[in-house]
């Protein structure tokens, strides 16, 4: 009698143990994907922030500089700016002496002296980069990740112009992407892209 109760006390029968298996792997499951759900969720929303605060570093530092161009206190003959569709050429006066310095010095003496005023965007396509150049100097990475860069120059009344003596503002578009393709983002190849633009007037070109 014993024996037969020893038998039948607790434990799990086989199909109970396959029943309570299945149901920890579909929780599991359900944990795994929702997971990796997120991870991708985060990963593309950082891929986001990066690339939209790429272009706006890039275009904040651009248009921080272009509104100096064309400063000459003391008069001069450059221009501030030159027409070009695939360069932008910033020039200013800062040591007031009337000329332009293409030195490679950055200006950080005061009062400035021989110091770079001088300033070239480019964007290099093989590497989607925007450039600066001080001067003479070595052309830098302002921005990574950047598919288009684009120009157009306006003269006082806001018609297109080609003529460098009639620049009064400058129209800037920068295009950034993702460093990284999204694959759950099925348009352009899966990259995601953001365009900034604005027009931009240095007001000493209007003196």
């Known amino acids: 009698m014993k024996c037969s109760e020893n038998r039948n006390a607790g434990g799990f029968t086989l199909i109970e143990l396959l029943v309570s298996i299945g149901i920890g792997m579909v929780v ?3 944990v795994t994907t929702t997971f990796m759900s997120q991870t991708r969720f985060y990963s593309a929303q950082e891929q986001v922030n990066e690339m939209e605060q790429n272009a706006r570093g890039a275009f904040d530092l651009i248009t921080r500089e272009l509104k ?3 400063y000459k206190p003391n008069g001069g003959s450059f221009s501030g700016v ?9 020039e200013t006066d800062l040591d007031a002496s ?36 001080l001067g003479s100097g070595a052309a830098e990475v302002a921005a990574d990740n ?10 006082s009344n806001g018609n297109p112009t ?5 620049i009064r503002q400058v129209s800037v578009s ?11 983002y099925t348009a352009n190849g899966g ?12 007001l000493n070109l209007a003196l």
Do not use: W
């Open 98 to 133: 009337g000329l332009i310095s293409t030195s490679s010095t950055p200006c950080t003496s005061s009062p400035p002296s021989n110091c770079n005023e001088q300033i070239a965007y480019t964007r290099d396509s093989t590497n989607n980069q925007i450039k600066r150049a």
């Open 162 to 166: 080609a003529v460098t003596a009639d």
């Open 82 to 90: 030159t027409y070009n569709t695939t360069q932008l050429l910033i």
């Open 146 to 155: 950047i598919t288009a860069f684009t120009l157009s120059y306006l003269d």
């Open 174 to 184: 920068i295009t950034a992407r993702t460093a990284r393709p999204d694959p759950n």
């Open 191 to 202: 990259y995601r892209e953001y365009t900034v633009t604005a027009t931009i007037t240095p």
């Open 28 to 30: 599991l499951a359900a």
């Open 68 to 70: 100096m161009a064309g």
